[in-house]
């Protein structure tokens, strides 16, 4: 069963969908590398501040949940657009049954 699209239609939706996902991957690694800096400016300063062993042992485990937390805003970007790109081909693949 065929959705009556032309193959200019079908070409325009991929490179859509690619184009969507390209941008996720940018947008990510934007995201990504912002929250980072920022962890890092934090972290900084906390180390300067920090009064005794103890204390500096807490601004490294907070500076490395910090990048953890990260990576996961990252990766949440990158698996949103990657679950509509594989939705869209798999709609595809039923279309052209």
Same mark, same amino acid.
């Given at each position: 069963?065929?959705?009556?699209?032309?193959?200019?239609?079908?070409?325009?939706?991929?490179?859509?969908?690619?184009?969507?996902?390209?941008?996720?991957?940018?947008?990510?690694?934007?995201?990504? @590398?912002? =929250? /980072?800096?920022? #962890? $890092?400016?934090?972290? &900084? *300063? +906390?180390? %300067?501040? !920090?009064?005794? @062993?103890? =204390? /500096?042992?807490? #601004? $490294?485990?907070?500076? &490395? *949940? +910090?990048? %953890?937390? !990260?990576?996961?805003?990252?990766?949440?970007?990158?698996?949103?657009?990657?679950?509509?790109? +594989?939705?869209?081909?798999?709609?595809?693949?039923?279309?052209?049954?």
């Amino acid at each position: 069963m065929t959705t009556g699209k032309s193959v200019a239609q079908q070409a325009e939706a991929s490179n859509e969908a690619r184009q969507l996902l390209d941008e996720a991957w940018t947008r990510a690694r934007k995201a990504y @590398k912002e =929250a /980072k800096e920022q #962890a $890092d400016i934090v972290y &900084k *300063e +906390a180390k %300067k501040v !920090a009064v005794d @062993k103890e =204390a /500096k042992k807490r #601004a $490294d485990e907070a500076h &490395k *949940e +910090a990048v %953890k937390e !990260a990576g996961k805003i990252r990766d949440a970007i990158t698996y949103e657009a990657q679950a509509v790109f +594989a939705d869209f081909w798999k709609q595809r693949d039923i279309d052209l049954q």
